[in-house]
């Protein structure tokens, strides 16, 4: 058996065109490539994505058998207020590093 040894540049196949699909469960076996170019081209937020993901995880976790707790307030929540809050910030108040709230 002969191995090429040659360096070649690496490529990267072009992109699929995808849309967002108006259910967004039908995405939820999706190669992690075809997820990434809804990310990229703004049609889902990894936001939506995760909580497709453990919504599913929650429906559907008699049926799997998966041992996993599932806390009911999820670091995302956090998150979310956190940027509702710099939102509420004015302009100065960000610009100047002061905290706010």
Excluded at 52 to 59: A, D, N, P, T, W
Aim: proline share 5%; net charge positive.
């Amino acid at each position: 058996m002969k191995i090429e040894r040659t360096k070649r540049a690496f490529r990267m196949s072009e992109a699929p065109k995808l849309s967002r699909p108006h259910n967004l469960e039908e995405v939820a076996f999706w190669p992690a490539t075809h997820l990434a170019v809804l990310i990229h081209t703004k049609q889902v937020s990894s936001e939506e994505l995760t909580q497709m993901y453990l919504g599913r995880l929650k429906r559907y976790n008699r049926n799997c058998f998966v041992r996993s707790r599932l806390p009911k307030s999820l670091p995302c929540n956090r998150r979310a207020r956190r940027i509702a809050r710099l939102l509420r910030a004015t302009t100065a108040d960000r610009c100047m590093g002061f905290r706010t709230g």
